[in-house]
């Protein structure tokens, strides 16, 4: 795979992601894939998938855990339902994740994503405790299938981030950067943020997104497309090439009710990503 790769965030028959056969109409040739629904992870689903996406040219670079009953409503409601927080669902979703581990496993991809959730801020407390045991159960089962661990950032700032990182103390846990998450959730600088934590970096979302006008960390902020928002494409680029990132750069666009619009505007932020390279290479 070449450097800087641009991808595309996709789903197959759930999630935030766009249809398939759009990325292939727009010459997309790597995705992250929002993992399917529980159904169609099957071994024979999973060769019929593989073999779709060979004919249209595509690799799959990761596949990102998704559970139900999360929601995105607000940040309170993130923080609620998301990841492995909620202690009610804990377990039962470190099992599908063991499931869905297997699954991408059958897809020859070797990274998991995921919001993890919201990690209790009292690193004494049970729940942090918690929280990193289950983490290391996950990476521990992933790195039996040959896997590696990508946290999505966001919800935390870059030094909690790492921190956290530190005290799960596995080799096969990185970060999957996502700039837009930093201001959405009110969580700190994303330029600065990606320089402190560079050295995990494995992949990326190009997005775009605006602070709240009304109290960070506790109001959303607007996601907006790539290159229109507060995150300067040019200098996370340049910021990328800086810590050595050389992995896809992978648009993520979460309008999925708007399929038109979204496709439009992956199309913009594609004619974005592939100036700025231009220019910086």
Not at 25 to 33: F, N, V
Not at 40 to 51: G, H, M, Q, V, Y
Request: net charge negative; aromatic share 8%; proline share 4%.
């Amino acid at each position: 795979m070449e450097k800087w790769t641009v991808g595309v965030f996709a789903s197959i028959d759930a999630g935030l992601g766009v249809n398939l056969d759009v990325a292939r109409d727009l010459g997309i040739k790597t995705i992250q894939l929002h993992t399917p629904s529980k159904k169609s992870r099957t071994p024979e689903n999973a060769k019929l998938f593989l073999d779709k996406l060979n004919d249209y040219g595509i690799e799959v670079t990761c596949v990102f855990l998704g559970f139900e009953g999360e929601s995105y409503a607000s940040i309170q409601i993130t923080a609620e339902t998301v990841g492995f927080v909620p202690a009610a669902t804990r377990q039962s979703r470190l099992a599908e994740a063991r499931e869905i581990s297997d699954f991408t496993k059958w897809l020859g991809v070797q990274a998991i994503g995921s919001h993890i959730g919201f990690v209790p801020h009292d690193k004494e407390s049970e729940d942090y405790k918690a929280m990193v045991a289950a983490i290391q159960e996950l990476c521990d089962y992933l790195k039996s299938n040959g896997q590696n661990l990508h946290l999505e950032t966001g919800q935390e700032k870059a030094e909690a981030l790492l921190e956290f990182l530190s005290d799960v103390q596995r080799d096969n846990i990185f970060i999957n950067f996502d700039p837009a998450n930093l201001i959405l959730y009110g969580m700190g600088d994303p330029i600065g943020s990606l320089k402190k934590v560079g050295k995990y970096v494995r992949s990326v979302h190009c997005k775009d997104a605006k602070s709240t006008s009304g109290t960070p960390g506790v109001d959303w902020g607007c996601e907006v497309p790539f290159g229109q928002g507060e995150v300067n494409a040019e200098l996370f680029l340049k910021t990328l090439k800086e810590i050595g990132f050389d992995g896809p750069l992978t648009i993520e666009r979460e309008i999925p009710e708007e399929p038109e619009r979204q496709k439009k505007e992956i199309q913009q932020a594609l004619d974005l990503i592939e100036s700025i390279k231009t220019k910086i290479s």
